[in-house]
Structures are given as C-alpha cells and as structure tokens.
C-alpha cells in the first residue's frame, strides 16, 4: 500500500492547520491511529510500517531481525502488580514477541524530572532488572536526560527493543485466514482498573492487580507446540476492542467475537459497571489474541493453559469468509453488535 | 569488571538516600557519569555497558549488531542550523558510526504534551525524514504518547537505532594504544552556542548555527581510506573534555590535547568569552574524535577533508605511554593543564 493510499484511506476526520493534540491522540483509538497514519507514518518507510504491526521486521547482519520502540508515561509509577519499570521491560518484550521474535536485548531511555528520588529511581532500575531477568533478555544500552521541574512528570522510560525471527516465520495480519481462531491468554481488563484505581484512589473492596506480563513464553510454547500462527497481537491501549479492529481493518477480513467467552473477573466486571467502561476498552499488558488455523484451535489452548498466567485462555471468536474489515460481537443474550475503537480518550496515561 | 569493582571505582559522590534529581545529572558531565555508573550501570547487562560505549555491540541473527538509544529534550525546538528531529536521527545515527556500525533502522517514540501543534509535530516529522534519507537510514517503527499540559514541555522524542558491524572490526577505547594521533572532524563548540543564543535571545552579531549532523559518511570515509581506527568518539554533552576523559578513563592511558590546534571559529569563541565558557566543555552533535595510528594520521586528516562539513579535521593530539588515565591540555602559551568534566551542569536541556 503507498503512503498516499494509507493517508487516504485512513484520514476520516482530517487535522485542520491549527489543531493541536489533544488527551485522546495518544489513548490507542481512532485518534491516535489517524495521527500515526496521517502525519507520522507517511514520513516512515518499510514493510513492516505499512502492515500495522508493532514490531519492524527486516534483514540485518544476514538474518531477520525484529525491531520495536515504547515510551511509558504511566501514572502513578507504581501500582498494585507492577509499575513503570517492569511495565517498560514487559511491554517491549510483548511488542517483539507478537512478530514471532525471540527478545534479545533492550535499550533504556530515562526521562527524569529534576527533583526526582534517586532512591525511587533506584527501585525502578531494580524492578526492570528483574523483569529483564525474568523475561530471558538483556538491557544493553541507555541513555538519561533530566528536565526541569514542571516541564516532566516524575520519570518517563522508553524501551526499544531487538529480536530474532526465524527465517520460516512470517505472522502478520495479512496471514489472517477465514476461518481462524481467535484465542485469548486469559481475563481482561485488569492493567487498566488497577492503574485507574491506584491513581484515583478509588476504594473497591476487591484487590485488583494489573496483569503486566512478559508473553515471549506463552508465545514460544504456541510455537513448540508446532501451531501455525498467522497472527498475534497484545491487548494494550485500546484494549481487545482496538487490537481486534486493527487486525480486521489491515487483512480486510471480519472477526466474531463470543462476549460470553471473553474472561473478565468478577471484581473487575464490577468496576468496570460502576466506571461505565465496557472491559474490551480497557487495557491489558500481558494479554494477547492469537490467530490460528481452526483445526489447531484446541491444542493451542492446551498449550497456553500449561503457562503461568494463562490458564484461563480460551477460544473467543473466529474469522468470516466476509471481506468488510469489521469486528461483530455476539452478545451474551444472543444479539449482535458492532465493535469499533474509541474515538475519544477513556483512561490517559495507562501506559 | 564486575559491577562492584564499576561502583567502587567511580563513586567518589556517594549519593544518599533522600537525594534527588539534579539538572546537572543530565549533563554529561561527572554527576551524570555518577549517577548512571551507581545506579544504573549496575542493572544492565553485557561487554558494550561496561567497554563505555554509546552503542551496545552484540551478536544477533547470526551476525555482528550494534544498538543504541538517545532521548532528545532541546529547547527551544527549532534552533539556527536544526532542530529537534534531525538532531534526533543524527545523534542516534553518530552513536551507531563511533562503534563503526553502519546504521539501518531507527526507532521513534514521540511523548507529546496536551496542546502541542499538530502543523509543528508535522514539520518535525518532516525534518527527522529528511534527515533519516540524507543519512541512508530508515524510520521503521515508532510510538506515540500524550501527557497533560504541564507535565511535558510540547515534545520529547527517542530515537533508537539498529546497524550492522562488520565482523574484522573492533573500534572502542580498550582499542587505544600509546603513541595514537587524536584526530578532530571540524570546529567545535557551534551546537552548545547555537542553542543557547535561541533559547534565551541573545543579540549575537555573527550567525552561528548547531554543527548538527550525520557522521555515518565520514566515518565511513575513514574505514574505506584504509584506516586502522582504533576508537572514535563523538562530542555530544559535556563536549570535548568529557569524550576526551571518558576515552582515558576507559582505556587507562593519557592523552595530550594541544589547545591551539582545536579550530573554534572566531564568533564562536567570542561568545564562549562572554559566556565564560571553555569550548572544551560545549556540546556539539556533528564532532568526533578518532584514534588512529599515528603513522596514519596524514592520510586519515585527508580522508576526512574531502567530506563535506570535515574540511577543517585535524590532529589535536595524541595518547601518551603514562597509564594515569588523564587528559592534559597544552595551552596557546606552552602551559599544560590538567583536562576534566565538568562537575555541575553548563547548558541544560542541549540535545
């Protein structure tokens, strides 16, 4: 596709001259994707910009490589089940994880705000080396800058992230085929009810803990499991709303999804109904949807439910036959509705 | 090393635990050293961290790779000579030329504050492409993140990069030897004063403008000319003094720097005078200093001369037999001083 066809297509609410960016530019719906693809990605090049995945893949030193790149702005720093720095570490993992890359090494970019415990910091570094650990790569390289007070927030991290894929391996969007299955590692929506809860300081009875998670593991075992995975990809920003839509919107294919099939916790559903979200919105960082061949479909389940974490992952829809790029959700009392992005912003800073 | 002998060794500030965040911890100059070698060097992993380069060098995919990140915070964005996205393409391109590696892909990650214009993100996009084809690499992946208003400052960006090293080279300071000519590509100190007199709206008579620029080209004059390069260097925050220290820090052994052979342009050394500046101490983003064997030092000037922005190179210096570890200084008058960091912060906020 050229850059004028992605701009064109893809450019429903144009950006007038004296715009500025607004809170939901950067939520993971429809703002934000209209801003990567009218006025960032034209000036990107390379196949993999073009197919919508978070992670480039290209040739480099005579193998394929894998390529990705986060910045972390979540607010508070620390919350119940993780904070920025595993967050940082994990997220990066995850983004290399879904081309099929084995995470090798990270870099570290620090944005600290002058007045900034060098103790906290401390504790943060610590959290990403356990997480590094935990998640078999190494963090190579870094970089640290200081901003005045008032003109940061306390610490912003970005991770970029290198990785091999092997040289059979191509998942993608555009290897989603009819009839696939789509499958889930587990409960939604707890990243970002324990993030919005922890910074609000609401007061819910249950103990919800983000589900931040490196996923190099669970994607290995799919792998060794030998299932042909056409596509993966992790349910962040925009949770399994803007993953799935994404999806459908860049291999032109449909997707249903089975509302009764999708694992929320109770806990979380309640909060979820007192905040007014619907859970598919809201963000995870070790949750991903993986789409593989119907016939593979149980036996990949039965690979994920032998992973920590991922017991609880499940079928939860299929890919049509039809070619309109749209996502059906089949309710629980049997009615059917579309699903779509945000447009707007529902919790900043999840991330 | 091990990490114990790396703390032991370069923590002559001890910090305490109620200690913050300082401007000066981002300054490129001892405090910054400090705090990356005592609390953050200890997490990292692998060679490239602890050999004290900007790149992480590592095997992957079968070949040699090099890695590295920058974030960018420069103030004001725009500035006589560039701005803050081509200085974020070839700040990270330089990094991945002074371990040698030729550049391939770059990374982008964006954190934008609330309100920032949506025509000025559209310009600088525009420059860091511009940028990314005049050094022959390519933007392939990126990500986008939107604070509040007043907890950014309009725009930070990271640039990381990926490039390939070919397997017979090893550049780095463990590479230095005795004798070495210490080579510079041009005059110093532009960038550091250029920013400066934009930010605060100094009435200078003369243009000078940033020397940002990409050293892959260069560099790669350097090797194809046949040129044993030992080490190289370039001469970001902390300028001159600090790469000259690091370097004989890392490799053990001193260096001799004549003053009077270090090109500084006449309006740039007057506003150094009145700023009470040394140039040694100001930031640059298109210098380096390479290491060479000095009877090739001749022909290493005049590789760099036919390049365009290296028509004043020049031996500078060399490395000496003493294994202290210091760099000293002859002045214009014969007189020799002892060359360190800075201590404190000079010009926050320069790249």
Redesign the interface.
């Known amino acids: 596709m050229s850059e004028d066809e992605i701009v064109s297509l893809t450019c429903p609410m144009p950006?007038r001259?004296?715009?500025?960016?607004?809170?939901?530019?950067?939520?993971g719906g429809r703002l934000?994707h209209q801003?990567?693809q009218t006025?960032?990605?034209p000036?990107?090049?390379?196949d993999?910009?073009s197919s919508g995945q978070?992670?480039?893949v290209?040739d480099?030193?005579?193998?394929?490589?894998a390529?990705?790149?986060?910045?972390?702005?979540v607010k508070p720093l620390f919350f119940p089940g993780g904070d920025i720095g595993s967050l940082a570490v994990n997220g990066t993992v995850n983004d290399l994880s879904m081309v099929g890359a084995k995470p090798?090494?990270l870099?570290?970019?620090?944005?600290?705000?002058?007045?900034?415990?060098?103790?906290m910091?401390?504790r943060i570094?610590?959290r990403?080396?356990a997480a590094?650990d935990s998640a078999g790569v190494?963090?190579?390289?870094?970089?640290?800058?200081?901003?005045?007070r008032?003109?940061?927030?306390g610490l912003?991290i970005?991770t970029?992230g290198?990785g091999?894929?092997p040289d059979a391996l191509v998942i993608g969007p555009d290897q989603v085929r009819p009839g696939d299955a789509i499958i889930l590692n587990g409960d939604i929506a707890r990243h970002g009810i324990a993030v919005m809860i922890a910074r609000d300081g609401l007061d819910f009875d249950a103990d919800i803990e983000s589900d931040t998670a490196a996923l190099n593991i669970p994607v290995q075992r799919l792998l060794d499991a030998g299932i042909d995975v056409h596509c993966m990809r992790d349910l962040t920003r925009g949770g399994l709303a803007s993953a799935s839509v994404e999806i459908a919107e860049s291999s032109g294919l449909s997707l249903v999804l089975d509302e009764a099939s999708i694992p929320v916790r109770p806990a979380v559903r309640s909060a979820c109904d007192l905040l007014g979200f619907d859970p598919i919105h809201v963000a995870n960082e070790g949750r991903f949807i993986s789409f593989v061949p119907e016939a593979q479909a149980e036996k990949a389940v039965a690979a994920l439910n032998g992973v920590p974490g991922c017991e609880d992952a499940v079928i939860i829809g299929h890919v049509t036959g039809e070619a309109a790029g749209h996502v059906t959700m089949i309710s629980r009392i049997g009615g059917t509705r579309l699903v779509d992005m945000l447009s707007g912003e529902q919790l900043?800073?999840i991330c």
Do not use: W
């Open positions: 950006h001259r004296d715009d500025t960016v607004r809170p939901a530019h950067g939520g934000m801003l990567i006025i960032i990605a000036h990107f090049g390379g993999a910009i978070d992670s480039a290209f480099l030193a005579g193998g394929r490589c390529f990705t790149t986060d910045s972390y702005v090798v090494s870099s570290v970019g620090f944005i600290i705000e002058e007045g900034f415990s060098l103790e910091l401390t570094v610590q990403m080396r590094a190494a963090l190579v390289t870094g970089d640290t800058k200081v901003v005045e008032g003109k940061g927030d912003f970005n970029s290198v091999c894929v900043p800073r």
